[in-house]
């Protein structure tokens, strides 16, 4: 058999054997060939690539080539290829990175300043970059002869969660958010979610057209001729509408006919697109109220719509200035991450409605939801409004939102997020409706995008497994064609579902990693899960994987966690940790020191291998409001509990917190042996000395060098006057690896008394039972003196000030109320949400500790926004003071 027959032979065979398979992957290959046709050309690229390396590296422009190469290069896939230039000059690039988008390029150096450069980047807030170590431009280390190709193993690598728009991101300027998107780069992300400005859509979607005197509502197009019309509330009967469509339109609508001018008549059906498009985005009369009835506030966008969860205008209502700067963000967003290469993933409709709808559309079919979390069921804060998919008005929102942002955005993706059943199920486990459900919300997507993706979080078939059982899961996952959806196993590190559900049945899905819940701030993670998880899913038999992600829901902590993931975006084999660990620390402080090595490898071992699937991380004592009620009949008497007990131990209503139910006490989550991080903390304030000598000498060397107003503390200004500083190799490399290790022994500092604290406080409780007052106040003396130390601690590091967050608050308002407002919100996102209330029935001392936190959350105190004292020093004093 000649060459070309067998192949042909074996061709057939496989097409024989799997065709499923092959048309699955085919379905993902259009949508990857669809959307590379969208991207930015290359120069356009390449240029995004240099201002990423530029303001990374600003020495170094001049030492890094890029150029953009298409997928044919990397034997089809995406990939970037490290070569040494082969013409070096003096001044000249010594480095050339090829690859298939700017993102790509940006993974590449990244790869090279970490694997060749010996640096480390990691957010600013965990302590930015370490780049000192790299050899200076002229003596940058060559990479083997034939250079060096990394393939992507799956085509996308993707960013976000819903929430991390609220939790992290809401305070951001646009300088922020170009450092966000240059890290994104770095680490290879090239599907994140972009959801800024997204109200802003709404508001246009939802806005009132005030035609003369008279309002009315089209609502439903058959070709040019209205089907059904609305004056005020009630339905007009058809025959009282012109049927002449067009003269109908431009009689009543005047809006529409100067936009109607613009249009060229070419063909009836452009025309009758835009038609029905217009009539659907400015008819749904709902009110600038209405709307703050629908949005929260600032902080609470995100609990306000997407999650499907509710507490609507909690923090509201959003201003205008909000509204316009916000959606300003996200086109200098949106241009960005096109410049790079990445595809964008925009929101969609998923059904929750401003409760005015409902008075409007009388006929619409809108549910209002369940109590999702309001401790009183109190009607202001409670309760979103679903529009049931399968409603003809459903398709006419989702079309119109759409079309909304493309106009706004242009046609810059298709993918949309949709998580309509997110922590909602639908009303009836029949299998059937469900898929009917499934493929109306993809409809809309379609009418708005003929080329619409629908990206859905997997989450609910871990939250709510109970309904989603197979037959509804698949009956959801397959409601639309194959490759037209994509689902993120969103807790994957830890609760897999591609194990459990046949890969999805079918739908190509994300290996997502979940790790941080509510934005809260502690050192966990599973490094071994990471490091194999991935891996495991992609060489399994059937496997659908067609990405990598990170979901989590509070960025800037744990860099760590996020470095080892980022890198399973370029990794086909698993990684050894141990090993891994070790160039870690030393690209990470600059260089190699025995003792941080050791302290890692227990690290490893105890604080990142929580391995126990608990997902609300961080429920320590010293964090929490203190809420144990010690009545001996607490727990048994319903008739003694308050509402805020009912709360706490309602199912359901906290998500997956940690309660040790066979225990009398409150108990705190505590998976490793704290001796040995105690060891390793140890082992880290030992290296502290050789990592930092002495601080305060440094910095004060750093002040006369730098000028007065440069701390050592500042990364951004220690480049900027980099001339002075970076006058002394020795004296810029301890700046360096001073703010990296500074970062983690505070952490790790925090970690530790953290837990200490718990079991004071568990001391103090037992104490008290057994009625030995001696003993209940030297536990309850330690436990308000561990809070104070810890503050001393936290406050020695500009990474950890409570300052710097109601700054940014502060700074995004254009007048007194908008800053009143974001001060509020700034302030009760932190601390909680909840209002006094006189009706409610609560204990007095529930009510002390809510009146407490409402008076401080209305304050306008100034918190620093500079860190003071010699972290180092303080660290050791701690140490010393209960450990030593
Ligand atoms: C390398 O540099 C030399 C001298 O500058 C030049 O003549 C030659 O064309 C260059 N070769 C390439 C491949 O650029
Ligand atoms: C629009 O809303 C206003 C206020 O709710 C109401 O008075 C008016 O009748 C409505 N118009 C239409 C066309 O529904
Ligand atoms: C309206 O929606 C609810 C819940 O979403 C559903 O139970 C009900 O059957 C729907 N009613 C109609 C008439 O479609
Ligand atoms: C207090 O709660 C009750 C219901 O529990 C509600 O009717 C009332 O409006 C609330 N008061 C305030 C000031 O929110
Ligand atoms: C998957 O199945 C295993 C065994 O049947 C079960 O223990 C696990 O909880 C399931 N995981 C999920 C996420 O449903
Ligand atoms: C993989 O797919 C084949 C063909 O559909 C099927 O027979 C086999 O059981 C699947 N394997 C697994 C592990 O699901
Ligand atoms: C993590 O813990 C599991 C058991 O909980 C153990 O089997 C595993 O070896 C541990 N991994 C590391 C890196 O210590």
């Known amino acids: 058999m000649s060459t070309l027959k067998t192949l042909i032979f074996i061709t057939t065979l496989i097409l024989t054997l799997s065709p499923v398979a092959l048309s699955r992957l085919e379905a993902i290959e259009s949508v990857l060939k669809r959307l590379d046709s969208k991207r930015a050309s290359s120069s356009v690229q390449e240029s995004a690539a240099k201002a990423v390396l530029k303001r990374l590296l600003p020495a170094y422009v001049h030492s890094f080539e890029f150029k953009i190469v298409s997928k044919d290069v990397c034997g089809g896939n995406s990939c970037f290829l490290i070569n040494n230039y082969k013409n070096s000059s003096q001044n000249g690039p010594e480095i050339i990175i090829k690859g298939t988008t700017a993102v790509e390029i940006a993974s590449g150096l990244h790869w090279y300043i970490k694997y060749w450069g010996g640096g480390h980047v990691s957010w600013d807030k965990t302590g930015g970059v370490q780049i000192a170590s790299i050899p200076k431009p002229g003596s940058l280390p060559l ?9 992507r193993p799956v085509p996308w690598n993707y960013y976000q969660n819903v929430v991390t728009s609220s939790y992290s991101y809401v305070w951001w300027n646009w300088e922020r958010w170009e450092k966000e998107l240059d890290w994104m780069a770095l680490q290879g992300i090239n599907l994140p979610l972009a959801f800024t400005g997204q109200e802003a859509i709404w508001q246009k979607v939802f806005m009132l057209i005030v035609i003369g005197d008279d309002h009315v509502k089209i609502l439903c197009m058959k070709g040019l001729t209205p089907v059904c019309a609305f004056k005020g509330s009630e339905e007009l009967a058809l025959k009282k509408v012109p049927s002449n469509g067009p003269l109908f339109l431009g009689f009543m609508i005047w809006d529409l006919v100067t936009r109607l001018l613009l249009y060229k008549l070419e063909s009836n059906s452009i025309f009758i697109k835009d038609v029905t498009f217009m009539l659907s985005s400015f008819n749904f009369n709902i009110t600038t109220e209405d709307l703050n009835d629908f949005f ?36 200098q967003i949106l241009s960005r991450m096109l410049e790079l290469g990445m595809t964008p993933v925009l929101p969609s409709f998923s059904g929750n409605v401003p409760a005015a709808l409902k008075k409007i559309f009388r006929s619409a079919n809108i549910t209002r939801l369940g109590d999702w979390n309001t401790v009183d069921k109190n009607p202001r804060w409670c309760c979103t409004y679903l529009l049931n998919p399968s409603d003809p008005l459903f398709v ?29 199920s639908p009303p009836t486990s029949d299998p059937a409706y469900i898929s009917s459900l499934g493929a109306a919300v993809y409809k809309a997507m379609l009418k708005g995008d003929k080329d619409a993706v629908w990206l859905m979080q997997g989450w609910l078939f871990y ?10 899961m698949q009956a959801l996952l397959q409601s639309v064609p194959f490759g037209k959806m994509i689902v993120l196993d969103l807790f994957a590190e830890a609760k897999p579902i591609w194990r459990n559900s046949s890969q999805f049945y079918g739908t190509p899905y994300v290996w997502c990693l979940l790790h941080n819940f509510g934005g809260n701030i502690e050192m966990y993670g599973i490094l071994d899960a990471i490091s194999s998880g991935p891996v495991d899913a992609r060489i399994s038999e059937n496997s659908t994987m067609v990405g990598v992600g990170m979901c989590m829901e509070g960025i800037e902590q744990n860099p760590v966690v996020y470095e080892l993931m980022s ?42 291998n929580c391995t126990d699937g608990i997902a609300n991380h961080n429920t320590d004592f010293i964090v929490k409001f203190p809420d144990w009620d010690p009545s001996p009949n607490s727990g048994s008497d319903v008739s003694q509990q308050d509402n805020m007990h009912v709360l706490l131990t309602l199912p359901g209503t906290r998500r997956f917190l940690f309660q040790d139910k066979s225990s009398d006490f409150p108990e705190a989550h505590l998976w490793y042996s704290t001796q040995e991080v105690v060891k390793a903390l140890a082992l880290f304030l030992d290296a502290g000395n050789d990592l930092t000598g002495s601080l305060t000498y440094r910095k004060n060397v750093l002040q006369f060098l730098c000028g007065a107003e440069v701390s050592a503390y500042d990364p951004m200004l220690a480049h900027k006057y980099g001339l002075f500083c970076w006058i002394s190799d020795a004296l810029s490399w301890s700046v360096e690896i001073l703010l990296e290790c500074l970062y983690d022994m505070v952490d790790l500092t925090r970690q530790v008394l953290s837990k200490l604290a718990n079991q004071v406080y568990k001391d103090a409780m037992i104490a008290f039972q057994r009625k030995d007052a001696r003993a209940l106040n030297l536990h309850g003396q330690t436990f308000l003196q561990l809070i104070k130390d810890i503050d001393v601690l936290l406050a020695s590091d500009d990474n950890f000030l409570l300052g710097t967050w109601l700054e940014s608050a502060k700074k995004l308002a254009l007048n007194l109320n908008d800053m009143k407002q974001y001060e509020w919100n700034a302030r009760t996102q932190v601390t909680m949400c909840l209002e006094e209330n006189k009706s409610f029935k609560l204990t007095e001392w529930r009510k002390e500790w809510i009146a407490f936190s409402n008076k401080w959350q209305a304050d306008t105190k100034i918190y620093p926004v500079k860190a003071k004292g010699d972290a180092l020093a303080i660290a050791k004093a701690l140490y010393q003071k209960y450990f030593g």
């Open 143 to 151: 990479v083997k002869d034939k250079g060096v190709m990394i393939q």
């Open 396 to 424: 006419e929102i989702g079309e119109a939102f759409i079309r909304q942002q493309v106009k706004e955005y242009g046609d810059v993706t298709d993918i949309y997020n949709c998580d309509t059943f997110n922590e909602n």
């Open 296 to 331: 929260g506030g600032p902080a609470y966008l995100a609990w306000a719509q997407y999650v499907s969860l509710a507490i609507p205008r909690w923090g509201g209502p959003l201003s205008q200035n909000w509204l316009g700067q916000q959606l300003c963000l996200q086109k």
């Open 463 to 472: 939250s709510d497994s109970a309904f989603w059982k197979p037959p509804q």
């Open 567 to 608: 890198e399973m975006a370029f990794r086909s084999g698993k990684v050894q940790v141990l090993e891994w660990l070790k160039t870690y620390s030393r690209r990470r402080y600059g260089k190699a020191v025995r003792q941080v090595v050791a302290a890692w490898e227990i690290l490893y071992h105890t604080i990142y």
